[in-house]
């Protein structure tokens, strides 16, 4: 009996390899096949954006390309999926920026905790494509990809089985941060004892009491049900981090500059739709989470949020001078709509 579920294990794993291994073959009709990973249920609007890539690639380039999108991590979590991009078994996927900072240090800023001072900063600052590409997406080309877009991933907040009022309340809380050194750092930083752990962790580990809480936006509440576990999400919007579309390299250039142009169109449309999906999302999960599920959002002082880890940009700019410039940057987008807003 042994053997035979051995035996099975080994025929599966094969099986698997075979599809990850032929990333470079084509279907049956000599269409290349594109395979998309991303860690999101098919009702996300990362998924949806995708769709919208999908559609006009085919529509554009059919007779060659079919594109075919893996949700809910089923090529394996951010991280794996990463390297199955970078090693060309694969040729897209979608992952946080925090996934990527073992790969080039530049995107550690992101972690940053209060980086951006407005959603319009944030959003300014990553719909300048032209900026992004040579100074952020460009950084991981000797790794063997490179990003082509990004897509919103609202404001992170706290979320736990226990309100959340002050970073007091945080102190001896086990928090459930991405896998990323500079997010650690950060929850580290609030007073909570950070545990690094894979998104597709986070439900279990919270039912059973190996965590206290963790950070995300609203749809973790309900498009990965984390609500069901957690009753309290505190608005204290630490972060405004983007998930990015990031591409294998040695594809990307093997494409024809019209072809290249077509997918480069085709991600900034994916953007798009992402883009005004997450809005109208956001706001159902929202009414969900509170009315369904009986999550209660606490509106905290997020100044005093703000102060508790005043000293962490400083330090990460001591710590990671290559973060320097895109941090200046941003502060000068920072201020163009504070500005703004000061002129009402
Ligand atoms: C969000 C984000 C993902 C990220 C996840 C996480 O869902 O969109 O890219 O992986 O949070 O916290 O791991």
Known sequence: MKRMKKFIALVLCACMFTILLSGCASVG?????????????????????????????????????????????????????????????????????????????????FSMPYLFTSEEA?????????????????????????????????????YATKPIETPED?????????????????????????????????????????IDGAENNELALTNNKHGEVAKYYSYNRHQMVPDMLIGNLKFLNSLSEEELKIFEEAAALS???????????????KRIAQEEMNVEFIDVDVQ?????????QDEMLVENPTIQSLYDHIQEINSQYEDAEEGN
Not at 71 to 78: F, I, K, S, T, Y
Not at 137 to 146: C, L, P
């Open 170 to 210: 945080l102190k001896g809380l086990k928090i459930r941060v991405q896998q990323s050194p500079a997010s650690i750092k950060m929850a580290n930083a609030f007073g909570a004892a950070a545990s690094p752990m894979s998104f597709g962790e986070v439900y279990t580990a919270i039912q059973q009491g190996v």
């Open 122 to 158: 944030y959003h300014a600052t990553m719909m300048d494509t032209e900026y992004m590409t040579e100074n952020v997406y460009e950084s991981t080309d000797e790794a063997g990809f490179r990003v082509l877009t990004w897509y919103n991933a609202g404001s992170r907040s706290f």
């Open 271 to 285: 953007t798009e739709v992402e883009l005004e999906e997450w809005d109208v999302q956001v706001e159902e999960a």
């Open 304 to 312: 005093v949020f703000r102060d508790a880890v005043s000293s962490v």
């Open 29 to 109: 009709d000599g269409k290349r096949i594109i395979r998309i990973s991303h860690a999101q249920s098919e009702t996300h609007p990362e998924h949806i954006g995708l769709l919208k890539f999908k559609e006009y690639v085919e529509e554009n380039l059919g007779d060659k390309y079919e594109v075919q999108i893996y949700p809910n991590e089923l090529l394996g979590g951010a991280q794996k999926a990463i390297e199955l991009t970078q090693t060309g078994a694969i040729d897209f996927v979608v992952a946080g920026t925090a996934n990527l900072e073992t790969f080039a240090e530049i995107y550690e800023i």
